[in-house]
């Protein structure tokens, strides 16, 4: 069907819904104030803003220091074909994390306030400085795409002279940041179910940062070559899937010596609204992709390996909200469940990042190997055509 | 030198005095309705507990080492020398990692405002600084809430606790909990009947220090880690270089 010129779509009519709803409560967030829009309240200080948009934004956007640190550090040169997708998604996820922010903070018009009232010994400000100094990494590392489209080659050779710096700074802001993002909750031991309130909630952290950004490199290719036609060569998405196989048995290990060093293995089988949470997490993030994976088979299978990255996905993801949320209900007394609008905001920021990727694989040079002859770069067709195709 | 609150509830007849003279010096609204109300909120920072004719205070307890102040990202909430934890409303950005971070859950928020605030009881630093006791505890009738020196309260407390064996149970709630606090609570029943967390629970130790002892890794940590990845990525890169040439030099002797 089509409408003024504009082809009609489902995943087309869900984006417009999604964005109307979200505009909806935008409206509502800075008109009507955080208790209009959310059901936060005192005993529930942090919802879902904080516990998904940005515990589980910043981990889905580890891809970029990843990937980065393999080709650049470590020259695995079989993965150069993939920096250039996961450096955009990091950059994405990064802004769009920024974006959640500003619903999140009672006062976004203070944000600033970070670098004039420092104080050192908060995690909180240790986390706000990485991350708006790796996003400013991670735009320099995202230039050249934009550079290249215009053909700008100077600017290009200035950029490539500081990119092993900006690479090692890359890493380094993301080992602090996303193993800090744990340690945000080591203050509140005593609020925490045992499951999750370990000493090592900084260093699981960091390992589920990498495991989820091979996952997405994974998953998002898939989407990618499904959507425009641009994906990764099966052979790379093979070895990024046996890489993940490595990650998740290191992290299970770890996780379940942690849980034997601390003595509570038993209570994990005991059935518990806990526990429950807790073998949801374990099942998607460890379960099932293991099993996947362990088959050789499954590996070079594209539609498989899509399974088991989404499931480590999801299984993570459900990791930092159980950590952010479900650990705490117990001490609070009370159960959080979203706000519509809450959920709506949320659904806004990643229909966003799905938006801006599906821009900037159309009209940056972002599946393309820079090693690689000169591209004709894309005709302009209007967006409106080339986005959202299906 | 620092000063204290100590409250008794064996003292205390639950006229909410405390609690009507706390709103007026903080410029709150007090009426029946607010004084009906039994949980503290943005607009009231004490209330008193009933429980069977029993009572019990609550308001912040004004740690040694706050877990508030510490992991504030600007620094918006400090311990002054007098002992009150005072909160600096122009640096707040509204995280509200101060109220996840409370082991008291004291820090509330203004849910419903467009610049929005944290409260909690700051126990009234310009009196205090002024030589002057704090408001609910110069409004309370039958001095169940004191005022004075910490040194000499928590001394009057163990007096007490001494001279009336099975009046209390035997515990200053303050002294010890995440590292002592500047207001102590005696009580003839339990406190955590009235949702004060157990000593059992929340440590004798400050809460900062959890956090404290991941920060404290990163002077040491940051060079260390850049200077590895510095070197793997030199090693790395002079190895690529020089198989590079090799090939290069290998190709020229097959030409030959």
């Known amino acids: 069907m089509t409408i003024m010129g504009i082809k009609i779509t489902f995943w087309r009519v869900v984006f417009v819904v999604i964005m109307v709803l979200g505009i909806y409560s935008t409206y509502v967030r800075y008109l009507q104030g955080l208790g209009a829009v959310s059901n936060m309240n005192d005993n529930f200080p942090w919802g879902l803003w904080i516990g998904f948009d940005c515990l589980c934004g910043i981990m889905l956007a580890a891809g970029g220091f990843v990937v980065t640190g393999a080709v650049y550090i470590f020259h695995v040169e079989r993965l150069h074909c993939i920096v250039r997708s996961t450096v955009l998604t990091a950059f994405l996820g990064y802004v769009l994390f920024i974006v959640g922010l500003l619903y999140d903070l009672g006062r976004p018009w203070f944000i600033w306030h970070q670098l004039v009232y420092m104080n050192f010994h908060s995690v909180m400000f240790e986390v706000g400085m990485c991350v708006m100094t790796y996003t400013t990494v991670l735009f320099f590392e995202f230039l050249p795409n934009v550079l290249e489209r215009f053909n700008l080659h100077t600017p290009i050779r200035w950029v490539k002279k500081i990119y092993p710096i900006l690479i090692i700074l890359g890493i380094l802001l993301s080992t602090l940041h996303q193993s800090s993002l744990g340690s945000l909750f080591l203050i509140v031991p005593e609020k925490m179910n045992p499951f999750w309130a370990t000493p090592a909630l900084p260093f699981f952290f960091f390992l589920s940062a990498i495991a989820c950004g091979l996952a997405m490199t994974i998953f998002e290719s898939t989407l990618s070559s499904r959507a425009f036609g641009r994906g990764l060569e099966r052979s790379v998405l093979t070895e990024l899937g046996g890489a993940l196989y490595v990650v998740l048995w290191v992290i299970g290990l770890l996780r379940v010596e942690d849980y034997v060093n601390r003595g509570i293995v038993k209570s994990i089988f005991q059935p518990s609204y806990e526990a429950y949470f807790l073998w949801a997490e374990l099942t998607m993030a460890f379960v099932i992709p293991l099993i996947i994976l362990s088959f050789k088979a499954a590996r070079k299978s594209p539609t498989m390996l899509y399974i088991a990255s989404l499931s480590t996905i999801l299984g993570f993801v459900t990791n930092r909200l159980n950590v952010a949320m479900t650990s705490m209900e117990t001490w609070i007394g009370h159960h959080y469940l979203p706000k519509w609008t809450e959920v709506s905001i949320t659904l806004m920021i990643c229909a966003m990042g799905f938006f801006c990727f599906s821009l900037a694989v159309n009209y940056l040079p972002i599946f393309e190997d820079e090693h690689s002859e000169k591209h004709e770069p894309a005709p302009l067709i209007p967006i409106a055509e080339q986005t959202l195709v299906h | ?256």
């Not at chain 2, 009196?127 to 910490?150: H, L, S």
């Open chain 2, 1 to 256: 030198m620092s000063k204290a609150i100590l409250y008794d509830a064996t003292l205390c007849i639950g006229c909410k005095q405390c609690e009507g003279a706390c709103a007026e010096q903080n410029k709150l609204p007090y009426d029946d309705k607010v004084a009906g109300e039994t949980i503290q909120s943005e607009h009231k920072y004490t209330v008193v507990l009933t429980q069977n004719d029993r009572y019990m205070r609550r308001l912040c307890q004004h740690c040694n080492e706050p877990a508030c102040a510490s992991v504030c990202p600007v620094g918006a909430f400090h311990k002054t020398k007098e002992g009150p934890v005072v909160y600096d409303v122009w640096k707040c950005i509204g995280c509200r990692y101060c109220m996840l971070a409370c082991a008291f859950s004291q820090p509330k928020y203004q849910w419903g405002k467009l610049n929005p605030r944290v409260t909690k009881c700051i126990m009234c630093p310009d009196r205090v600084q002024a030589g002057k006791p704090t408001a609910c505890a110069e409004a309370c009738p039958t001095g169940a809430t004191k005022f004075g020196e910490r040194d000499d309260l928590i001394a009057e407390a163990k007096d007490r606790l001494k001279q009336n064996p099975g009046t209390y149970v035997d515990e200053i709630y303050g002294l010890t909990e995440v590292g002592g606090t500047s207001v102590f609570l005696l009580s003839p029943v339990p406190f955590e009947d009235y949702g004060l967390p157990k000593l059992a629970k929340i440590g004798d130790k400050p809460l900062p220090e959890y956090t404290g002892r991941v920060m404290e890794l990163m002077p040491d940590f940051i060079p260390l880690w850049a200077l590895i990845l510095g070197g793997v990525y030199w090693v790395s890169n002079r190895r690529a270089e020089v198989a590079e040439v090799e090939a290069e030099e290998r190709a020229l002797r097959g030409e030959k």
